[in-house]
């Protein structure tokens, strides 16, 4: 934007964007470059919301700066979407100065700043995958719920001295939850005979599992895994709906998920996740540098004074970042795919294994980004370098024995 030739008005939001109201704060700069500002409360509901719209549009304002405070903006977001364009900021990119901050002054900070291309923009993705990313969210935090009333149902088998944990490996499966009902049935009755729960894959003998199930459940407990249990079956056919949902939405992009699904360790809805939270349009991205910051998953630069102070990944991309490190586990894992898990070995050996986790992540995120970007598929064949190391790497072998020997190796060179 060019602030010089257009003279057009700028409205900028309060940096205190409030759950029940707003300060607006339009910055007007005329020929001479004088700013004007114009400053005007609305409330957060919706009549008030298309009220501050047509103010703006009676203005002439097009140009919109507001800061993220939790979920307050998005009803603002979703009112202005359709006429005005919108830079979401930061809260610590427009901090006003400690001890001058009133709602107004607020406002204008912001119309200052954002007037002088100061507010770096956060990435928000258009409407449609804005809703994809909240169902695939929330069957992240359904999976979760699961994941915590497994665990209560092992504290009760563990309390009651039932030990199925031990022989079996998941005490959900077929034959374990099998036992487990016929223990809620008869709680008070000693269990004789577990023949007739053997399944195929069933390792533990029998003798095994009676010493296993022999304990005392009591009517609490018992009351309790049954509640916990009918908690379960619901939370899993609330998924199963929300699954199909999330199909059904996912469809239009199917093309997109198609290319996704051929980077090594990638299934379906994790590639359904890894859209929803970065779009199908790279170009917002300047590059996979910019799109891997924005994923938690580059080093901070902290040197000072040339001494670099930590080099650990941010907190950011709370929802993608842990996502590509489970492909990243099944990746490296993958045997039709060793120009990825050769680099996790070499990179494991130098700083172990969380920093080489990390690192995978981000190869996986960087091929997902030239994928998009180019529609073409994973092509492994570009991982592949030659066996002969750079020019810059060769040593002679007089060079090669005096390395060595400085390794502490004793080195017999052949007389020719």
């Given at each position: 934007?060019?602030?010089?030739?257009?003279?057009?008005?700028?409205?900028?939001?309060?940096?205190?964007?409030?759950?029940?109201?707003?300060?607006?704060?339009?910055?007007?700069?005329?020929?001479q470059?004088?700013?004007?500002?114009?400053?005007k409360?609305?409330?957060?509901?919706?009549?008030?919301?298309?009220?501050?719209?047509?103010?703006?549009?009676?203005?002439?304002?097009?140009?919109?700066?507001?800061e993220?405070?939790?979920?307050?903006?998005?009803?603002?977001?979703?009112?202005?979407?359709?006429?005005?364009?919108?830079?979401?900021?930061?809260?610590?990119?427009?901090?006003?100065?400690?001890?001058?901050?009133?709602?107004?002054?607020d406002?204008?900070?912001?119309?200052?700043?954002?007037?002088?291309?100061?507010?770096?923009?956060s990435?928000?993705?258009?409407?449609?995958?804005?809703?994809?990313?909240?169902?695939?969210?929330?069957?992240?935090?359904?999976?979760?719920?699961?994941?915590?009333?497994?665990?209560?149902?092992?504290?009760?088998?563990?309390?009651?001295?039932?030990?199925?944990?031990?022989?079996?490996?998941?005490?959900?499966?077929?034959?374990?939850?099998?036992?487990?009902?016929?223990?809620?049935?008869?709680?008070?009755?000693?269990?004789?005979?577990?023949?007739?729960f053997?399944?195929?894959?069933?390792?533990?003998?029998?003798e095994?599992?009676?010493?296993?199930?022999?304990?005392?459940?009591?009517?609490?407990?018992a009351?309790?895994?049954?509640?916990?249990?009918?908690?379960?079956d619901?939370?899993?056919?609330?998924?199963?709906?929300?699954?199909?949902?999330?199909?059904?939405?996912?469809?239009?992009?199917?093309?997109?998920?198609n290319?996704?699904?051929?980077?090594?360790?990638?299934?379906?809805?994790?590639?359904?996740?890894?859209?929803?939270?970065?779009?199908?349009?790279?170009?917002?991205?300047?590059?996979?540098?910019?799109?891997?910051?924005?994923?938690?998953?580059?080093?901070?630069?902290?040197?000072?004074p040339?001494?670099?102070?930590?080099?650990?990944?941010?907190r950011?991309?709370?929802?993608?970042?842990?996502?590509?490190?489970?492909?990243?586990l099944?990746?490296?894992?993958?045997?039709?795919?060793?120009?990825?898990?050769?680099?996790?070995?070499?990179?494991?050996?130098?700083?172990?294994?969380?920093?080489?986790?990390?690192?995978i992540?981000?190869?996986?995120?960087?091929?997902?980004?030239?994928?998009?970007?180019?529609?073409?598929?994973?092509?492994?064949?570009?991982?592949?370098?030659?066996?002969?190391?750079?020019?810059?790497?060769?040593?002679?072998?007089?060079?090669?024995?005096?390395?060595?020997?400085?390794?502490?190796?004793?080195?017999?060179?052949?007389?020719?």
């Amino acid at each position: 934007m060019c602030y010089a030739q257009n003279r057009l008005p700028y409205l900028l939001w309060d940096v205190d964007v409030h759950k029940s109201f707003l300060v607006a704060c339009i910055a007007s700069t005329n020929g001479q470059g004088v700013t004007a500002y114009k400053s005007k409360r609305f409330s957060t509901f919706t009549g008030d919301l298309r009220r501050c719209a047509v103010w703006l549009s009676e203005n002439g304002c097009c140009d919109v700066c507001m800061e993220s405070t939790g979920k307050y903006w998005i009803p603002i977001y979703n009112i202005l979407e359709p006429t005005c364009k919108i830079v979401l900021a930061h809260p610590k990119y427009v901090k006003a100065i400690r001890g001058k901050k009133t709602d107004k002054k607020d406002a204008k900070w912001i119309a200052d700043i954002f007037k002088h291309d100061l507010v770096s923009g956060s990435f928000i993705p258009p409407a449609d995958i804005r809703q994809l990313r909240d169902l695939v969210r929330y069957r992240w935090k359904l999976t979760s719920f699961t994941s915590g009333e497994k665990n209560r149902a092992q504290n009760c088998l563990t309390v009651s001295n039932i030990k199925l944990d031990d022989v079996f490996s998941d005490v959900f499966g077929k034959a374990a939850s099998a036992i487990t009902s016929r223990l809620l049935e008869k709680p008070s009755e000693k269990m004789t005979d577990v023949s007739a729960f053997r399944t195929k894959g069933m390792k533990a003998t029998d003798e095994q599992v009676l010493a296993a199930v022999d304990g005392e459940m009591c009517a609490e407990q018992a009351e309790k895994l049954r509640i916990i249990r009918s908690h379960m079956d619901n939370l899993e056919r609330c998924k199963l709906n929300l699954e199909s949902l999330i199909l059904s939405i996912a469809e239009k992009y199917l093309p997109q998920l198609n290319l996704v699904l051929t980077v090594p360790g990638i299934q379906s809805f994790a590639a359904i996740g890894i859209i929803s939270e970065i779009g199908v349009d790279m170009s917002v991205f300047p590059s996979s540098k910019h799109l891997c910051s924005w994923a938690g998953l580059t080093p901070q630069n902290n040197e000072s004074p040339a001494k670099k102070k930590t080099t650990r990944i941010n907190r950011a991309g709370a929802y993608i970042k842990p996502l590509l490190v489970q492909c990243a586990l099944c990746a490296i894992r993958a045997k039709q795919n060793p120009e990825i898990r050769n680099r996790y070995i070499s990179l494991k050996k130098r700083r172990g294994h969380k920093k080489a986790i990390i690192a995978i992540a981000r190869m996986l995120l960087t091929a997902i980004y030239n994928i998009l970007k180019k529609s073409e598929p994973y092509n492994q064949e570009l991982y592949h370098k030659e066996d002969r190391p750079p020019v810059h790497r060769e040593v002679s072998v007089d060079q090669a024995i005096f390395i060595l020997q400085r390794q502490g190796y004793l080195v017999s060179v052949p007389t020719q």
